[in-house]
């Protein structure tokens, strides 16, 4: 009719044409396939959820599960756990490490005592006490603060403490160096990063093993370059040792002092395997990887 308008026959020609290829045995089928985009966008959306659920959950246990060992009741904790129930309760051993620290002595060290840091270690209680006597720096650092923090008892580990150091304290007086020889003060102040140490006692009441030297943040504005424990301490006053785990320099100079030079030419980085305590089992030996 004349004004009206033209039909639209190549509408209908093309679906015509598209559902004219539909083998027949589909047809029944034809009520499921006829899903909206948006409704299979949100199916491949649900399926990419589940994925991320199941790849994250895991991990969000072990945030999930309260610190202490005492209440953390997860499988997770379970099959690991070889270690009985701790000799002291939670408050008791988190006070016996802070009285420690406020008066670190050997006396409160168990005879198979054995120190352990990232290079340095093991080291049997003899030769850690000679080692700090040639070593350490602490002496050369006057208003020196541990600011020990954040303490937790391991909910694996029988009888162990952790908790988190940021050292300060001024490089006021002259430090003599086993190799080096005598370096003069700076008058500056130390800024150590935060680091993370332990303490493991035993039942008598003794530590038989401390950790030290792990840095949790190597960002936080220190003047130590990043180190902890001596070899910040070190840094700070100028000297530069690399202090890296698996150091080819670091490693032969350790063994020249632990395994070939004289006794008490230089500090050892580790004891010799006969003084080493049978508990302690593995192999490797100061900064090897």
């Known amino acids: 009719q004349p004004g009206a308008a033209p039909a639209r026959s190549t ?4 679906i015509h044409i598209s559902t004219s290829h539909i083998h027949p045995a589909a047809e029944p089928r034809r009520a499921h396939q006829a899903k909206s985009p948006d409704s299979f ?4 959306l649900s399926m990419k959820h589940l994925l991320i659920f199941a790849t994250l959950l895991p991990g969000s246990l072990a945030f999930l599960c309260p610190s202490s060992r005492t209440s953390c009741t997860t499988t997770l ?40 840091g990232p290079v340095i270690g093991p080291l049997a209680k003899p030769d850690i006490i000679n080692t700090l006597k040639s070593v350490s720096p602490m002496d050369s650092f006057t ?15 029988k009888n162990r403490v952790w908790f988190m150091v940021r050292p300060r304290g001024v490089f006021s ?28 006692w035993n039942d008598a009441g003794k530590i038989d093993y401390v950790s030290v ?18 070899f910040g301490m070190m840094k700070h006053m100028g000297i530069d040792i690399d202090g890296s785990v698996g150091s080819p320099i670091m490693r032969f100079v350790m063994w020249l002092g632990s395994r070939v030079l004289p006794e008490g030419s230089i500090p ?7 003084d080493i305590p049978s508990w302690w089992t593995d192999k490797r030996r100061g900064a090897d990887p």
């Open 143 to 157: 208003e020196y603060e541990t600011n020990a923090f954040n303490f937790g008892v391991d909910p694996l580990e």
């Open 41 to 44: 966008f949100n199916e491949l």
């Open 77 to 116: 904790y379970a099959v690991t756990t070889t270690n009985s129930a701790n000799t002291f309760t939670d408050d008791e051993l988190i006070a016996m490490t802070k009285t420690y620290l406020d008066a670190p002595s050997p006396d409160t060290w168990s005879d198979d005592y054995v120190f352990r």
């Open 11 to 14: 509408s209908t020609i093309h």
């Open 173 to 200: 007086k002259p430090y003599q160096h086993p190799t080096m020889g005598e370096i003069a003060p700076t008058g500056e102040l130390m800024i150590a990063p935060p680091e993370t140490r332990s303490a493991r």
């Open 213 to 230: 030297g792990y840095v949790a943040d190597r960002f936080t504005g220190d003047t130590t370059g990043g180190l902890g424990a001596v």
């Open 268 to 274: 050892k980085s580790y004891s010799s395997e006969d």
